[in-house]
């Protein structure tokens, strides 16, 4: 398992592993949505965060974005999911910071689980209003 910062080449299949991800963790939301997004997550949020990829001996299998201290998106490919990649990528976070905040869609019941899991408490509860849906705002600080 090997961390280090994205290459701008990787951006889309950084994107690709996001929208299957986001197809599978959102079903609620309307898969509409998260085709409209593709270009904003390719040409806005990728390259104005700080990325980095886990990769296995053959190929990137997962990205962690950070903007300052909030966790944008921690996503890796379906195909393995379960592995231990996302832990290490949340621990490699983990490392180079004393706080970290996040949001997540309360329906994704298996991320609110990861998170809470590795150290995060849900702080408040509030309606994204670009999905209508409830998140959860959750947060980290190191001990």
Not at 3 to 23: A, F, M
Not at 81 to 103: P, T
Request: charge should be neutral; include cysteine.
């Amino acid at each position: 398992m090997n961390i280090r910062p994205n290459k701008k080449t990787e951006v889309n299949k950084l994107v690709d592993i996001w929208y299957e991800g986001s197809l599978i963790a959102h079903s609620f939301i309307d898969k509409e949505y998260w085709k409209s997004q593709r270009t904003e997550m390719e040409k806005k949020y990728i390259p104005m965060s700080e990325t980095y990829v886990v990769s296995n001996d053959k190929d990137v299998v997962g990205f962690v974005s950070m903007v300052d201290n909030y966790l944008a998106a921690l996503f890796i490919d379906v195909k393995h999911q379960g592995e231990g990649y996302g832990k290490e990528l949340l621990n490699f976070i983990k490392r180079q910071r004393e706080n970290i905040q996040l949001k997540v869609y309360k329906k994704n019941n298996k991320a609110v689980d990861f998170y809470l899991r590795n150290g995060f408490v849900i702080k408040e509860e509030s309606l994204d209003e670009q999905t209508a849906q409830e998140e959860f705002l959750m947060g980290w600080e190191k001990c």
